[in-house]
């Protein structure tokens, strides 16, 4: 199950792929992405992904299969991972052992491992073009987090998500409050429906090798107060004045009783249990987050509320890269198949019953039910213009991991927020320096 940005910094996996410049040889062994299948003029392709539960493997079969019939001549192996964690580890084995998929999820830090190792293609090479056509048509936040700091083109957008609040309206409505517009307003609300056994917000800070929502949270607020965590070249700044204001304000609202800290998205489970109000997660946790309310009260869905500096958000999900080991044949289906699960049809029935996000605009003329329906996914989707994406760069994952650290050292142990975010920013600027 994969629900939100999981950045996770597994060392020997990084150190393994770097340690793989070169090996994409030009004679792939033919179990590394289900071989060409020579009778009948058939080709095997394979696709590495994390959506192993609900209705993210089960819409993803089904467009496979629609894909699969509307082209004969291609079978896709679907290799399914049960999270992002599990899933960076069996991309990395699988390339060491020359076994690669031909495609895969990736987060922006692994291609950027992965480019800077040649072990997987620009899109130049397979799409012919470096803009090829339709890559006009995403949203420009989304073509903006396709392009690795050399300028090129090396992925292709498929599961794209913004952060959202979720919330119990029937909980607010007691209250005389409606869904906050700022973090002032966050704050206020917050802290009036707790109490009497109710805790606002649960989040989970993670671990330093995978940072959780409590995370991203952080992120947020720091991107909403002026400075994001990550400069636009990846130098951490987390101990800038908005980063220190944003853990400020919730080891406030941790003092104040309205902030929880747990595992396992305990803002769902506390949402759903009617013990919390609120839920700051992926847009495509939208079905994980009904499935817990089951119909108990009203689940209200709204873009994240703005801040000093205006609108912000974070942008998460992955995209997919082609490893270099595919021959031409599996390169040409790979990424027929690629531009089908970005099309606007698939896009459209993807963000329909998943909850992540079209990546094109094109897409929202086919979704006309689910929109009346959810008629915050409007809102969602113009988040991609301004949402933040995580720098791709290979050292992002570890000093994430800082970040982590410092809040659980204010979160759990109480300790200064300046303090423990000037301790991040030693140690994240180390991790970049080390990787450089």
Known sequence: MSRTRSSIALLAAATAVAALAGCSS??????????????????TISFMQAMSSGTQKSTLVALTTAFEKANPGITVDLQFQPDYGTLQAKETAAIAAHNAPTLGQAYESWAATYANSQVILPVSQYAGSDSPAGLSDFYTGVQNDLRLPDGKLWMWPFNKSVQVMFYNQDMLK???????????????????????????????????AAPGGGDT?????????????????????????????????????KKAGALAVGSNYPGETALGAKKGA???????????????????????????PTGSAGPSNIMTGTNLVMFASASSAQQAAGWKYMQF???????????????YLPVTAKALPLMGDFLAKNPYLNTAVSALAYAVPTPPFAWVSKAQGEEVVAL???LEKGMDPKAALDAAQTAALADQKAAQ
């Open 26 to 43: 030009s004679s792939p062994s033919s179990t590394a992405k289900g071989g060409d299948a020579a009778s009948g003029g058939k080709t």
């Open 278 to 304: 609120f839920d700051l997660s992926s847009v495509a946790g939208y079905y994980y987050e009904n499935q817990a309310v089951g119909g108990k009260f009203t689940l209200g869905t709204e873009v994240l």
């Open 408 to 410: 659980q050292q204010v």
């Open 341 to 355: 699960l970005a099309s606007a049809s698939s896009q459209a029935q993807w963000a329909s019953t998943t909850g």
């Open 217 to 253: 949270m952080f992120e947020a607020l720091a991107a909403a107060n002026g400075t994001p965590d990550f400069a636009k070249d990846g130098t951490p700044q987390f101990n800038s004045p908005a980063a220190v204001q944003a853990l400020t304000y919730l080891a406030d609202l």
């Open 174 to 208: 007691a209250k005389n409050l409606t869904a906050p517009a700022t973090w002032a307003d966050f704050a206020t609300a917050a802290k009036a429906v707790s109490g009497g056994g109710v805790t606002a917000i649960s989040i989970d800070p993670g671990s330093s």
